[in-house]
């Protein structure tokens, strides 16, 4: 099942914080974060095996809680190069898993 | 190193028309994957390969047909075209930890319109 992101939108001024949600109703082996910018093609940022740990790209971490099935992407004094739409991408356990991506989450910084 | 490059670009078929969608990779992925984007749905698999000469449906399969004869190369085949295969479709591959997909590297995408 398609994991379900929240929010859907966000408008953010440059320098503040955000986060965004991934929830998923199966158990999950890992978590994928990507973002895509307009007219361009997803880029990876980092992805969250079982075990909660967390992990950071530049001022983007997140964290993975397995036990509830959710991870957040954690963005902290956010640049206008933030903009984009995140995607997380959800995964299974148990031998190879597709890996099953949200409708995402535009986030758009303003000066 | 190109990385995923897929061809054409851009395309505009008729309806009932066949068309065929090239991705390669110069990584040596054993994964790779077809996806369709359409607005407020997200990145939805359409068919996928664990490796040379095999193939696997996804989310979306209906309507296409995939082949991957070479290690670098996945074909996207759409017999008969429909308006509901308007899309932008993006190809992808995979590096592997164990058995586990890891690191997905997009190619630019290929926008289609079915008239």
């Known amino acids: 099942q398609q994991p379900v992101q929240s929010p859907q939108a966000v408008i953010l001024r440059e320098g503040e914080d955000a986060v965004i949600n991934c929830s998923s109703s199966?158990?999950?082996?890992?978590v994928h974060w990507y973002r895509q910018k307009h007219g361009e093609a997803p880029v990876f940022l980092m992805i969250?095996?079982?075990?909660?740990e967390q992990k950071g790209h530049e001022k983007i971490s997140a964290s993975f809680n397995e036990k509830k099935q959710q991870s957040s992407l954690y963005l902290t004094a956010s640049q206008l190069s933030y903009s984009g739409t995140y995607f997380c991408?959800?995964?299974?356990?148990?031998?190879?898993?597709?890996?099953?991506f949200g409708i995402g989450t535009k986030l758009q910084v303003i000066p | 190193n190109a990385g995923v490059t897929q061809t054409p670009k851009f395309r505009v078929l008729k309806t009932g028309q066949s068309m065929t969608l090239l991705c390669a990779q110069d990584m040596n992925h054993e994964y790779m994957y077809w996806y369709r984007q359409d607005p407020g749905m997200g990145l939805r698999l359409i068919h996928y390969s664990v490796g040379e000469g095999t193939t696997a449906k996804g989310e979306v399969p209906d309507g296409y047909n995939v082949s991957r004869l070479k290690k670098q190369n996945f074909l996207l085949g759409l017999e008969s075209a429909a308006p509901s295969q308007t899309s932008v479709y993006f190809c992808?591959?995979?590096?592997?930890?164990?058995?586990?997909?890891?690191?997905?590297?997009f190619g630019p995408g290929t926008r289609l319109t079915v008239t």
């Open positions: 199966k158990a999950l082996y890992s």
């Open positions: 969250l095996l079982k075990g909660g």
């Open positions: 991408g959800t995964e299974g356990a148990g031998g190879y898993q597709k890996v099953t």
């Open positions: 992808a591959s995979s590096t592997l930890r164990g058995e586990k997909s890891y690191e997905q590297y």
